[in-house]
């Protein structure tokens, strides 16, 4: 199961590997997506304390599902307003 795991990670990786568009930042090359997901974890991790400071978090129940939910639809928001091609 061990293996399988492992086999199914790294093709993944690959597949996701060679997505466009590329960024160079400092000289290193990023594909977007990975841009993106890290916009989404530090977006997630600064909505926590708005959550907290107006009280809603406590209304929140599954709160790794609603934070994960948060970062996903800014990722998404990030890519599709910086790298969308229309």
């Known amino acids: 199961m061990r ?3 492992l086999t199914a990670a ?3 990786t690959c597949g996701l590997a060679g997505c466009d568009p590329v960024l160079n930042i ?3 090359n ?3 997506w990975l841009v993106c ?3 989404g974890a530090l977006g997630a991790a600064l909505v926590r ?3 907290v400071a107006v009280r809603l978090e406590p209304y929140l129940w599954p709160l790794p599902l609603v ?3 948060v970062g996903v639809l800014i990722a998404c928001t990030v890519y599709l307003v910086c790298f969308s091609r229309t």
């Open 26 to 28: 400092a000289g290193a």
């Open 3 to 5: 293996r399988l795991m």
């Open 10 to 12: 790294s093709l993944s």
């Open 37 to 39: 997901a890290i916009a």
């Open 67 to 69: 934070y994960v939910s």
């Open 49 to 51: 304390p708005v959550f």
């Open 30 to 32: 990023f594909p977007a």
